[in-house]
């Protein structure tokens, strides 16, 4: 198995805390690896870099900050006479 600190990959060599980033990431590649059989470890690990990262911003877009949330329909403002 490559451990996550081996992969060439921006996204795992910026986190300083791979603690336990190393052991999910060397646990998804395995899952990978077991659904796509022709991948080598290093593409599998890559793979599993890239499901982290899509995951998180899916994440992240579809559960917005209060801040940014638009709010309901019978909060907003009517629009100002013309």
Known sequence: MVP???VRCGA?????KTAGLGTSLDGLAALVRKV??????????EAGV????LTGSL?????????????PPAARRPPPAA
Do not use: K
Not at 36 to 45: S, V
């Open 59 to 71: 994440w992240t877009h579809s559960h917005p900050a209060p801040a940014v949330r638009r709010p």
């Open 12 to 16: 795992v060599r910026w986190c300083g």
């Open 50 to 53: 890239m499901i982290f990262v």
């Open 36 to 45: 796509l059989p022709e991948l080598d470890e290093r593409q599998a690990a």
């Open 4 to 6: 996550c600190r081996a």
